[in-house]
């Protein structure tokens, strides 16, 4: 069974740039989640999916991030425009059951340096 | 708000020596789950509990949940190279909360 696949791995931008990370989900995963993870702290969930809807959206910073997951399956983050302090690792992960009881699953992530 | 606290924030034990991380909620969870994160990698998904005063084996790892349902801890016994890594705890009523996690070293 494949894992969460994450893109890109890496990337480096300048400030005041957008970035946008794409992520998929094991099959069968209705449950996906984005979280962002700085050095030496745990993931922290910026939004939640069930299917397509985004069930929980409560600490996405919406003025500069968004989210989308068109089809209930893939889905995209975006940080536009991108600030010094979004530098972290962007997590996704998903789950066979609805939140809090599924286990999840997280992709390797995306390390995001903002110059 | 919610949140999940775990201690210590750093362990370095010698190759054989026992290790515990406790995690602490201020609220009764719902369940908890816990990861392990090796150097460079992402969380992957160890365990879950669910009933009150739950204990889980996995090899050498035991883990429990609290009475209360507000604390767990995770134990490894004769500790091993290859358990080097970081290990968060994660609990919830809606969506899960991650600790920050404890820093496991292991010096052969």
């Known amino acids: 069974e494949a894992g969460v696949v994450q893109s890109p791995r890496y990337k480096i931008i300048e400030k005041k740039q957008p970035v946008a990370f794409w992520c998929n989900p094991i099959s069968g995963h209705n449950t996906l989640y984005w979280y962002l993870q700085n050095l030496g702290q745990g993931p922290e969930l910026l939004i939640r999916?069930?299917?397509?809807?985004?069930?929980?959206d409560s600490q996405l910073p919406k003025d500069r991030f968004s989210a989308e997951r068109l089809k209930g399956v893939d889905s995209t983050l975006k940080i536009q425009p991108a600030e010094l302090g979004d530098s972290a690792v962007y997590l996704c992960?998903?789950?066979?059951?609805?939140?809090?009881?599924?286990?999840?699953?997280f992709g390797p992530g995306t390390r995001l340096t903002v110059t | 708000g919610q949140q999940v606290m775990q201690i210590p924030q750093y362990q370095h034990v010698q190759e054989g020596e026992d290790f515990t991380t406790y995690c602490n909620s201020s609220t009764t969870l719902s369940n908890i789950q816990w990861y392990k994160q090796r150097p460079g990698g992402h969380p992957v998904f160890l365990i879950q509990l669910v009933k009150s005063g739950e204990v889980k084996k996995q090899k050498r790892l035991t883990f429990q949940f609290g009475e209360a349902k507000k604390n767990s801890s995770l134990h490894i016994t004769a500790t091993q190279t290859t358990d080097v890594g970081t290990y968060f705890c994660?609990?919830?009523?809606?969506?899960?909360?991650f600790g920050k996690g404890t820093k496991l070293s292991v010096k052969p």
């Open positions: 999916y069930e299917n397509e809807e985004a069930v929980d």
């Open positions: 992960a998903s789950s066979p059951r609805t939140a809090p009881a599924g286990e999840q699953y």
């Open positions: 994660a609990g919830g009523v809606g969506n899960l909360i």
